[in-house]
């Protein structure tokens, strides 16, 4: 039996022929409102400098050593970091180290990059006077966000949850980050107000959504549309899973409809849908 809601591992994307290795795993195809992607900048590729004129981008840095420059302003960038460019403002991202920086990236609301309204900026317009950003809202690094108090009689036994983008800082969806400690599970749950994906960014574990019963691996993106019930489980012993997402178009938890469907049971771990 196949799965309702597949995993996407980019290691089954192919590279497109010409320009940056921009991977698109889940797109409108999927039947997602937004565009979830995977970058990876050399360190000898000239930074191509943009905009999207109908979306918000968001984008976290998982690998590597570069910059990003929003609305003419230049920032260092490394692992960690939370980029949140708003409609319209241009930006862009330049490797300054030896080794790959390594993207993972979402459209807002942009099924495609066409959707998107992208656009190519010229120098000349790479500081446009009507961007109007403020650091402290659109790049910050994970580290430095507090932890949130998640009540685990309603499912949630992650040991480590922080929302870098929501509400409180400007943001109309939230960006979360997860850890699972060995033996940790995120239990039975749905969003009735929103899609999420979500992207492994290491550790190996079990994720359930509807009837599907899937082991996940770093590289994997995962889109749960509003109302699916899923849940996420730490099968290591030793290894946490890390996990970065979002709530599209909910910029907290509460907006998102959390309804706790309760425990992942004992048959659901030894249960595999292939």
Request: contains cysteine.
């Amino acid at each position: 039996m196949g799965l309702h809601y597949p995993l996407v591992d980019i290691a089954d994307l192919v590279a497109p022929d010409n320009g940056p290795d921009l991977r698109t795993a889940i797109s409108g195809t999927e039947g997602s409102s937004t565009t979830a992607f995977f970058l990876t900048l050399d360190w000898n590729k000239k930074p191509v400098t943009h905009r999207h004129t109908r979306c918000d981008e968001i984008t976290i840095c998982l690998e590597g050593e570069g910059r990003t420059t929003i609305a003419g302003e230049t920032s260092p960038l490394h692992s960690g970091h939370c980029v949140r460019v708003p409609a319209g403002v241009s930006h862009c991202f330049e490797n300054t180290g030896t080794s790959p920086l390594k993207i993972v990236g979402f459209y807002i609301g942009a099924p495609d990059t066409n959707a998107s309204g992208f656009e190519l900026v010229t120098g000349t317009e790479s500081k446009d006077p009507t961007d109007t950003v403020s650091a402290d809202e659109t790049l910050l690094h994970w580290d430095d966000v507090p932890p949130e108090t998640m009540d685990k009689e309603e499912g949630w036994l992650i040991n480590d949850f922080r929302l870098p983008f929501g509400a409180h800082n400007g943001s109309g969806t939230t960006l979360f980050r997860a850890q699972f400690f060995p033996g940790a599970v995120h239990k039975k749950h749905a969003h009735t107000n929103c899609e999420e994906i979500y992207y492994i960014i290491s550790g190996h574990g079990l994720a359930g959504a509807g009837d599907d019963r899937v082991e996940v691996t770093a590289g994997q993106f995962h889109y749960i549309p509003a109302g699916v019930e899923h849940w996420l489980h730490n099968l290591s012993n030793t290894d946490p899973i890390h996990v970065i997402g979002v709530y599209i178009g909910s910029g907290s938890v509460a907006e998102t409809g959390y309804v706790y469907r309760g425990d992942v049971t004992a048959d659901d771990i030894a249960a595999r849908t292939s």
